[in-house]
T-cell receptor, first 116, second 112 residues
Framework: GAGVSQSPSNKVTEKGKDVELRCDPISGHTALYWYRQSLGQGLEFLIY????????KSGLPSDRFSAERTGGSVSTLTIQRTQQEDSAVYLCASSLSSGLDTDTQYFGPGTRLTVL | KNQVEQSPQSLIILEGKNCTLQ??????????LRWYKQDTGRGPVSLTI?????NTKSNGRYTATLDADTKQSSLHITASQLSDSASYIC???????????FGTGTRLTVIP
């Protein structure tokens, strides 16, 4: 595809359920990022993948959050035992390489997660 | 503490008018600052990236300035259009780390 795609666009779930969010980065982009955007808040860094290197998980808010990136392309963000405070828009971004100093990040449209 | 602060929080202007959005940051080490435009329900889109050696950079009707000494940046929009209505987010990567610091954005509304 021409840009970063995410699915689903909206997800409503009950408290305590697990959810999986998917991100398809731009083809050829080796770096992939997940962010969370809560209402009225700035974007919050969650996790970063670069090629086949071990991901930087320093932004994950709890051990209920995990992410995988298979084959250096598609990534899934999993939230286990969802809580109401997990409700937010989850944004995925990709860039050509790990050079944050110069690379432009391209964002997907996001997945709006609502935990009831 | 690494932070990015933006002002105003929201702004309403008439179509055709100019406006200036502000960004103050304390992120260190610093090498560049980015402005993004985020339409409602969409992901952010990059407008400009300014390195510490650049003072001014233009992208069409958007002009960004950077003062690395005072750690301030501004985004000036000229001759605003209805399509400029969006949130404008200031982003500062922490050099050498895999982290970007985002401001909470300025919500701009352009009215006819």
């Amino acid at each position: 595809g021409a840009g970063v795609s995410q699915s689903p666009s909206n997800k409503v779930t009950e408290k305590g359920k697990d959810v999986e969010l998917r991100c398809d980065p731009i083809s050829g982009h080796t770096a992939l990022y997940w962010y969370r955007q809560s209402l009225g808040q700035g974007l919050e860094f969650l996790i970063y993948f670069q090629g086949n290197s071990a991901p930087d998980k320093s932004g994950l808010p709890s051990d209920r959050f995990s992410a995988e990136r298979t084959g250096g392309s598609v990534s899934t963000l999993t939230i286990q035992r969802t809580q109401q405070e997990d409700s937010a828009v989850y944004l995925c971004a990709s860039s050509l390489s790990s050079g944050l100093d110069t690379d432009t990040q391209y964002f997907g449209p996001g997945t709006r997660l609502t935990v009831l | 503490k690494n932070q990015v602060e933006q002002s105003p929080q929201s702004l309403i202007i008439l179509e055709g008018k100019n406006c200036t959005l502000q960004c103050n940051y304390t992120v260190s080490p610093f090498s560049n600052l980015r402005w993004y435009k985020q339409d409602t329900g969409r992901g952010p889109v990059s407008l400009t990236i300014m390195t510490f050696s650049e003072n001014t950079k233009s992208n069409g009707r958007y002009t960004a300035t950077l003062d690395a000494d005072t750690k301030q940046s501004s985004l000036h929009i000229t001759a605003s259009q209805l399509s400029d209505s969006a949130s404008y987010i200031c982003v500062v990567p922490q050099t050498g780390a895999n982290n970007l610091f985002f401001g909470t954005g300025t919500r701009l509304t352009v009215i006819p």
